[in-house]
């Protein structure tokens, strides 16, 4: 099967470089790039996004999330694709309880707005939905924090160098559902196989708080393990000051306001409809890590 990449000219591509795939030049937000890239296409992926905004602004992540999203699905139409599947995210459907998992049929709470991504996913999801309305056969994949060889912008992968840096002492006290590389390249294949029109599907993996995840990571990295769970009175005063902090500095943020509040909350979720409608593997986290850290540390980056 040939795959054809939509890449914009900034693009970085090493994490592609042994990957025979052919290339087109364009943008999700140039509309007229997009029939080029489609062109004969079976099944298309439309995986694009964009989740920090500390440099462009709120309104960047809009603007590629749901605008992008929007030129995708109508281009689609137009062309008649066979199958469109879209990369949604856990984070558009919102949090949960640690007792009571989320499953698709939630709708993004409405207090969740001030979550910039989750909610531009959330929007995003809609437009999709309303090209199923008009004849798209697509369908909606919502992966939990993806982890595994090859996250060269270290991603999820910087908790593994930050375990191995020793900085992984303090950590937030809600949970996440994390979820190897592989089971959600295999669930993306089986949506566009076989997934429903218009439904969604959760491709999840392990619901963990973030201090079981960080001991996880700590004894495969040899990292040292966390020492203390911050209260969750703590988190709304520390999102303040590290906000204020960041607004005085030029550089990346380690951390965000925003990311600070999310850690009190737990995404757990369930992806009981994507194993048994798309045979979604579920590899355990320790093997997620495992995988991660012996691929950053067998190509030096660590």
Known sequence: ERVRVLRRATSRLDALTDVPVEYVTGDILQPESLPEAMRDCDVVYHVAALSQYWRSGPEAV????????????????????????????????????PDAPADETQVFPDELRWFVYGHSKHLAELEVQRAVAQGLPAVIVNPGIVLGPRDVNFVSGSLIRASVNGQLRIVPPGGSN????????????????????????????????????????????????????????????????????????????????????????????????AVRELGLPQTPFRQAVADAYTWYRDHGWL
């Open 178 to 273: 994390i979820v190897h590389v592989s089971d959600v390249v295999a669930g993306h294949i089986a949506a566009a196989e076989r997934g429903r029109v218009g439904e969604r599907y959760i491709l999840g993996g392990e619901n963990l708080t973030h201090r079981r995840a960080a001991e996880i990571i700590a004894e495969v990295t040899g990292g040292p393990p966390p020492m203390l769970t911050l209260p969750p009175w703590l988190l709304p005063l520390l999102a303040r000051l590290v906000d204020g902090l960041n607004r005085r500095s030029r550089q990346p943020p380690l951390v965000t306001g925003e990311q600070i509040r999310l850690g009190a909350k737990y995404f757990y979720v369930k992806s009981d409809k």
């Open 62 to 97: 809009y603007q590629v999330n749901v605008e992008g999203t929007r030129h995708v699905v109508q281009a689609a139409l137009a062309l008649g694709v066979q199958r469109l599947v879209y990369t949604s995210s856990v984070s558009a459907i919102g949090y949960s309880s």
